[in-house]
Protein backbone atom coordinates (compact mmCIF):
# COMPACT_ATOMS: atom_id res chain seq x y z
CA UNK A 1 0.00 0.00 0.00
CA UNK A 2 1.00 4.04 -0.63
CA UNK A 3 0.07 6.22 1.32
CA UNK A 4 0.51 10.04 -0.33
CA UNK A 5 0.51 13.00 2.24
CA UNK A 6 1.73 16.43 2.64
CA UNK A 7 -0.58 18.24 0.70
CA UNK A 8 -2.41 21.69 1.46
CA UNK A 9 -2.94 25.70 0.41
CA UNK A 10 0.47 27.17 -0.01
CA UNK A 11 1.06 31.00 -1.69
CA UNK A 12 2.42 31.46 -4.96
CA UNK A 13 5.88 30.76 -4.37
CA UNK A 14 5.97 28.73 -1.42
CA UNK A 15 7.30 25.33 -1.19
CA UNK A 16 5.70 22.28 -0.41
CA UNK A 17 7.37 18.83 0.77
CA UNK A 18 4.88 15.61 -0.32
CA UNK A 19 5.57 12.19 1.28
CA UNK A 20 5.20 8.87 -0.17
CA UNK A 21 5.06 6.09 1.95
CA UNK A 22 4.75 2.19 1.50
CA UNK A 23 3.91 -0.37 3.34
CA UNK A 24 2.86 -4.25 3.10
CA UNK A 25 5.09 -5.46 0.01
CA UNK A 26 6.79 -2.77 -1.20
CA UNK A 27 10.11 -2.32 -1.34
CA UNK A 28 12.71 0.29 -1.51
CA UNK A 29 14.16 -0.79 -4.80
CA UNK A 30 10.69 -0.09 -6.45
CA UNK A 31 10.54 2.40 -9.24
CA UNK A 32 8.18 5.05 -7.79
CA UNK A 33 6.54 7.63 -9.62
CA UNK A 34 4.86 10.87 -8.84
CA UNK A 35 1.69 12.19 -11.06
CA UNK A 36 -0.70 14.96 -10.60
CA UNK A 37 -4.12 15.98 -11.66
CA UNK A 38 -5.34 19.32 -11.99
CA UNK A 39 -9.00 20.58 -11.66
CA UNK A 40 -10.42 19.69 -15.78
CA UNK A 41 -7.21 18.22 -16.54
CA UNK A 42 -5.58 15.08 -17.47
CA UNK A 43 -3.38 12.92 -15.14
CA UNK A 44 0.17 13.87 -15.83
CA UNK A 45 3.16 12.30 -14.85
CA UNK A 46 5.56 14.88 -12.99
CA UNK A 47 9.02 12.79 -11.43
CA UNK A 48 9.92 9.29 -11.33
CA UNK A 49 12.87 7.64 -9.45
CA UNK A 50 14.00 3.92 -9.89
CA UNK A 51 16.95 1.63 -8.70
CA UNK A 52 18.59 -0.01 -11.59
CA UNK A 53 21.95 -1.08 -11.47
CA UNK A 54 22.83 0.20 -7.90
CA UNK A 55 22.46 3.88 -8.84
CA UNK A 56 19.25 5.53 -8.39
CA UNK A 57 17.99 7.59 -11.63
CA UNK A 58 15.94 10.17 -11.55
CA UNK A 59 13.64 11.81 -13.93
CA UNK A 60 11.25 15.26 -14.27
CA UNK A 61 8.80 16.62 -16.73
CA UNK A 62 10.14 19.77 -18.35
CA UNK A 63 7.01 21.89 -17.31
CA UNK A 64 8.36 21.51 -13.72
CA UNK A 65 11.88 20.92 -13.87
CA UNK A 66 13.91 23.08 -11.65
CA UNK A 67 11.41 23.27 -9.01
CA UNK A 68 11.37 19.89 -7.92
CA UNK A 69 13.67 17.60 -6.14
CA UNK A 70 12.68 13.82 -5.59
CA UNK A 71 14.49 11.45 -3.17
CA UNK A 72 13.68 8.39 -1.47
CA UNK A 73 14.59 7.16 2.85
CA UNK A 74 15.21 3.61 2.53
CA UNK A 75 14.86 3.20 5.79
CA UNK A 76 11.40 4.70 6.21
CA UNK A 77 10.25 2.97 2.82
CA UNK A 78 9.57 6.43 1.82
CA UNK A 79 9.76 8.83 -1.35
CA UNK A 80 9.67 12.44 -1.18
CA UNK A 81 8.90 14.71 -3.80
CA UNK A 82 9.92 18.75 -3.02
CA UNK A 83 8.22 21.28 -4.58
CA UNK A 84 9.43 25.03 -4.73
CA UNK A 85 8.41 28.40 -6.14
CA UNK A 86 4.70 26.65 -6.42
CA UNK A 87 2.37 28.56 -9.08
CA UNK A 88 -1.10 28.03 -9.35
CA UNK A 89 -1.04 26.07 -12.55
CA UNK A 90 0.39 23.34 -9.96
CA UNK A 91 -3.01 23.39 -8.02
CA UNK A 92 -3.67 19.70 -8.54
CA UNK A 93 -4.06 16.07 -6.59
CA UNK A 94 -0.84 14.64 -6.50
CA UNK A 95 -0.86 11.20 -6.65
CA UNK A 96 2.56 8.26 -6.15
CA UNK A 97 2.51 5.14 -7.38
CA UNK A 98 5.27 1.95 -7.34
CA UNK A 99 6.00 -0.67 -9.56
CA UNK A 100 8.47 -3.22 -8.86
CA UNK A 101 9.74 -3.04 -12.59
CA UNK A 102 12.57 -0.95 -13.86
CA UNK A 103 10.77 0.84 -16.20
CA UNK A 104 12.73 2.82 -18.97
CA UNK A 105 12.12 6.77 -18.90
CA UNK A 106 8.64 6.24 -21.93
CA UNK A 107 7.60 3.70 -19.56
CA UNK A 108 7.85 6.02 -16.04
CA UNK A 109 5.94 8.54 -17.75
CA UNK A 110 2.83 6.43 -17.99
CA UNK A 111 0.63 5.29 -15.62
CA UNK A 112 -0.52 2.29 -16.95
CA UNK A 113 3.06 0.97 -16.10
CA UNK A 114 1.95 0.93 -12.74
CA UNK A 115 1.06 -1.37 -10.19
CA UNK A 116 0.35 0.35 -6.93
CA UNK A 117 -1.38 3.93 -6.49
CA UNK A 118 -1.47 5.93 -3.22
CA UNK A 119 -4.61 7.56 -2.73
CA UNK A 120 -3.84 11.38 -3.66
CA UNK A 121 -2.82 14.62 -1.58
CA UNK A 122 -4.31 18.12 -2.62
CA UNK A 123 -2.33 20.62 -3.47
CA UNK A 124 -3.73 24.20 -3.98
CA UNK A 125 -1.96 27.05 -4.93
CA UNK A 126 -3.35 30.54 -4.29
CA UNK A 127 -2.86 33.60 -2.90
Known amino acids: QLQASGGGLVRPGNSLRLSCEAS????????VGWFRQGPGKEREWVAG??????????HYTDSMKGRLTISRDNAKNAVYLQMNNLIPEDTAVYYC????????????????????WGQGTLVTVSS
Open 24 to 31: GRASSSYT
Open 49 to 58: IKWSGGNTNI
Open 97 to 116: AATPRRLILSSLRDGNEYDY
